[in-house]
């Protein structure tokens, strides 16, 4: 077999991949990407191919492993901008290489007013700040905010306010709460305890991709007085669920565990009566995050911001990169 022949092979089982990935069958979409980094162990692009449909697929851990693995064997893969395409969100693997890509509009070091948060893994971090109010960050399937946390965390110390980080190890948009807090309800009770402990009287919520399910949630009940969501699934409906084949797993996940009641957030957000604000960016071109968002046009006290230009899921890594990140928290936080 050339290597012509085998170039031809190769793209032949990339495309039946991604007509398997189109259909929604991620299980076999990940077997064709197997079967090509068994085919061409030098090429890194299937082992990255590999892990986005992971990360399609809600196989979150799975792979975050695989990724570090891909990285190992390939330490400059997300240097190659063909690569860092396929999952922008999880191309940023350090702190430096984020602030890097920032430039400028990281918030410096001389711009913070508290200690930034330290990331241990754990489902619960809180960075305490001078000022008496708090933003609860809900993370994403990635259990990060496209950023490292610590990186993230400059955004909200240099406003002096507290932060609450959580993750949801039960992979079910923060419906079944945050483990170490219990469940649903529990959470929210738990919150609303650390909230106290820090004196924190007023309550921002954030989320990015999934974790803006929680953050429109729990930002609900905890009467937030503003809810910002990034590229945020937030329609939770089996017919969203058909149109958004993003993440299946997880979509069905949600549909079969969560009351309706619970997970019906448009009624929830048009039956709040405590004022709170409700902030959603996405990209104006991505079809399935235009979708979610534009199922709560009408309802007071939401707000849409559609990113011009943006086609892909990364509305948080582009405000950042803009800048615009420091203003919309700064206008809304403070």
């Known amino acids: ?46 082992e990255i191919e590999a892990v986005r449909v992971l990360r399609l697929a809600g196989r979150e851990a799975e792979g975050a492993e695989a990724l570090r693995a891909a990285l190992r064997k390939y330490p400059g893969a997300m240097g190659k901008p063909e690569l860092r395409a396929l999952i922008p969100e999880a191309a940023d693997t350090t702190e430096k290489s984020a602030r890097d890509a920032l430039g400028a509009h990281c918030p410096p070091d001389e711009a913070l007013k508290r200690p930034l948060a330290i990331d241990d893994e754990s489902d619960v971090i809180v960075a305490r700040g001078g000022r008496p109010a708090a933003v609860i960050v809900f993370t994403g399937l990635a259990d990060r905010m496209v950023l490292p946390l610590p990186l993230f965390d400059r955004y909200i110390a240099e406003l002096d306010l507290s932060a609450i980080y959580l993750r949801d190890r039960n992979r079910v948009g923060y419906f079944n709460g945050v483990k170490s807090l219990g469940d ?151």
């Not at 085998?6 to 064709?32: K, P, Y």
């Not at 009624?267 to 104006?284: E, M, N, P, V, W």
């Open 184 to 334: 649903y309800d529990a959470s929210i009770t738990g919150l609303k305890k650390i909230l106290a402990d820090i004196g924190a009287e007023r309550v921002h919520t954030v989320g990015n991709s999934a974790g803006g399910i929680g953050a429109v949630s729990m930002g609900i009940d905890l009467e937030a007085a503003n809810i910002v969501g990034f590229s945020a699934p937030i329609s939770i409906t089996r017919a969203a669920a058909d149109m958004d084949r993003r993440t299946q797993v997880f979509a069905e996940r949600l549909l079969g565990n969560t009351p309706a009641a619970r997970r019906d957030l448009r009624a929830r957000l048009i039956a709040r009566k405590d004022g709170g604000q409700t902030h959603l960016f996405y990209g104006s071109d991505m079809p399935e995050d235009r979708m979610h968002a534009q199922t709560l046009i009408g309802v007071d006290g939401v707000t849409l911001y559609p990113l011009p230009g943006l086609a892909g899921h990364g509305a948080l890594f582009r405000l950042a990169q803009s800048g615009d990140l420091r203003r919309i928290f700064g206008n809304r936080f403070v």
């Open 1 to 46: 077999m050339t290597a012509e022949t085998g170039d031809l092979g190769a793209e032949t089982i990339a495309a039946s991949a991604r007509t398997a990935e189109e259909a929604g069958d991620f299980d076999r979409a990940l077997g064709h990407y197997r079967a090509l980094i068994q085919m061409q162990p030098r090429q890194p692009r299937w």
